[in-house]
């Protein structure tokens, strides 16, 4: 069984731990970083992370420019890779270019990067309909989806459909690479190689 899910998601005033918990009915809220043992120099870039989004706050909330915007979104993808990696097999780390997961059913564009599809097919939800596209169609770069099929590979090999951290890190630097392609046209997921959120206690 996993020890816990922890979602990497921006928010105001939480420092270094843009962490959350996910999956579990005892823990919620944000995750301390020093405290499950994240290194000073990940603690570091994970506040100079969220400081961007903090300082939307003395901006009426806009973002200073688009690439400002999207450069964060795919951080966040870089950044959960890192905590995976940290955290090692026991921890699921789940990214949603640096969003919550709450509201991606109900309006606009989410493309969700999973293990159990086929070659380089994402699911693409619009508005709370869901649908199958090849990455190249929903807009990837070849370079890309290459990679989602050499993640998707190794996590059969490791075993379905969460592989381990290695495999999880490499799938979340996958779905930064789709994010930085489709920039602002859909809001990359991540969940561990699932295709919806799970509970901790269905992984025993």
Known sequence: MARAIILVMAEYMVGD?????????????????????LSA?????????????????ATNYEWPSDATRD????????????????LGDDVHVWCAAGHGIDTIAQWGTAAALTSTQSG?????????????????????????????????ALTRRVGMPFGDAQTRALG?????????DLGERAQVVFLAGASAPYPRADLG
């Open 41 to 57: 120099a990940l603690r570091h870039d994970l506040r100079a992370w969220n400081d961007v989004f903090d300082r939307l706050s």
């Open 120 to 152: 380089t097919t994402i699911q693409v939800i619009r508005d709370g309909a869901s649908d199958l596209e090849t990455a190249r169609t929903a807009g990837a770069l070849e370079v890309t989806a290459r990679k989602i099929v050499e993640w998707r």
């Open 71 to 86: 450069a964060h979104a795919v951080n966040a993808f870089s950044l959960a890779s890192r905590v995976q990696l940290e």
């Open 172 to 180: 979340l630097q996958a779905a930064g690479r789709l994010q930085a």
């Open 17 to 37: 731990s843009p962490l959350w918990h996910r999956g579990s009915r005892t823990h919620i809220g944000t995750v301390d970083a020093a405290g499950i043992g």
